[in-house]
């Protein structure tokens, strides 16, 4: 069935300097030679060259223009593709495209030349996905994952994985076809090995999700603290203007107050919360259970302490809650005699936390920075701090998969958890043909990564995130 020729307005609707409207397809040719006028007819021009001349509708000239001719297959849609650029104006630019849809190309839908790369076979589904989140970065970062991911690192590595799944696969059913001439014997250990390691694979790339959504969407950082600690009189500090409330009043603070925060590269989610204490009050013991909501699901928490006052019963109260949570602990009001000491803090922490040794040494040791939010003392040095925390995992993108989405990582997940099936299988004495099944999920599961086993509606869905004109 012959496509129908699609244009749109592939630029940002504001004036601007050049506008361009995209037109792909059979007809893509025929149709621009509708609209334009120059010296040679598009037709009859070479692929990949550039064209000066006009855009005529009904005899009237609407813009002045250059044209790219480019033919299938080496476009971005795989199809015979026009770009006219025009001038930027709003405009202008619907004029032209006007004038091409009344000449045979029908409007794009969002994302549909990206689809079309797709149906064409010009990418894989993870690039696909990885065209918008390139459009739609925000920081270097999120772009040099996206841009790797364009590049096909991860429609590679779920190929090799998938390769190996099937070369398993199929050494099974050969086997059980033709047992005379093929050993299956000592056949499960050499599978169970190569289960293990196509499970540490997954779980790695699963892992990196995490990072993924942190450089993507900023770091969660929750402060924690009891009452009066100096919590809010954080958040204004790193947010440069005074956002939440400050007064000498326990419990000053009810509901979460959430604010953007850019350190260099990091982007930063701070959410300031109550302060943590046993209270009575109706309204604070919402606000409370919030803060310990939030907390449990935080990439980051900062730990106020007063260092003013003696550490209380509501300062253990928080040690639970920075188990197992990248943290940093602040001794804020330093500008004040404090009582609380770096290594008492650490004592405290390390009893509780995970990350600590029986030894009492520190395996991960949390960061104890001095601080006073009031004047403004020790911030740097707690932005060097998170930076440290966060880059340093971050800066090697550019080589690393890095999954971002949560599509993939499900698809991910789901072929992790075949593939457990199989190691129990096999670890349970089962005859082969009993994991083969499992084999057989698993790569399908991955095979929706890259777009291999996806059904339209997905693929519908899929793009129809994307913007006009991509
Ligand atoms: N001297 C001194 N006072 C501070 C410092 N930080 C905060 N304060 C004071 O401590 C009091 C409480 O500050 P907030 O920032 O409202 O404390 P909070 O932790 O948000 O308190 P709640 O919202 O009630 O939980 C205010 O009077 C602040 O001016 C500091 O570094 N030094
Ligand atoms: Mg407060």
Known sequence: MKKETIAAISTGMTNSGIGIVRISGEDAFAVADRVYRGKQRLSDAESHTIHYGHIIDSGETVDEVLVMAMRSPRTFTGEDTIEINCHGGTFVVRRVLETVLKNGARPAEPGEFTKRAFLNGKMDLSQAEAVIDVINSENEYALQSSLSQLKGSIKNKIIDIR??????????????????????????????EAAEEIIHDLEEMISSADNGRVIREGINTVILGKPNAGKSSLLNVLAGHERAIVTDIEGTTRDILEEQIRLGDLSLNVIDTAGIRQTEDVIEKIGVD?????????????????????????????LPLIKDKNTVILLNKSDLDTVVTEEMIKKKAGSICSGFSEE???????????????????????????????????????????????????????????????????????????????????????????????????????????CMGK
């Open 163 to 192: 390769n190996k799944i099937i070369y398993h696969t199929a050494f099974i059913e050969s086997a059980l076809d033709d047992p005379e001439h093929i050993e299956i014997d000592g056949y499960a250990d050499t599978l169970l």
């Open 290 to 318: 919030r803060a310990m909501e939030y907390a449990g699901k935080a990439d980051l928490i900062i730990y106020v302490v007063d260092a003013s006052r003696e550490l209380d019963e509501n300062d253990e109260k928080i």
């Open 360 to 466: 009492g040494k520190t395996k991960k040791e949390i960061p104890v920075i001095s601080v006073s939010a009031k004047e403004e003392k020790g911030i740097e040095k707690l932005e060097k701090k998170l930076k440290e925390m966060f880059l340093n995992g971050i800066v090697s993108f550019n080589d690393q998969i890095c999954i971002s989405n949560v599509r993939q990582k499900n698809a991910l997940a789901d072929a992790e958890e075949s593939m457990k099936k199989v190691v129990e299988s096999i670890n349970a004495g089962m005859p082969e043909d009993f994991y083969s099944i499992d084999l057989m999920d698993a790569y399908e599961a991955l095979g929706s990564i890259t777009g291999e086993s996806v059904g339209e509606d997905l693929v519908n869905e899929i793009f129809s995130k994307f």
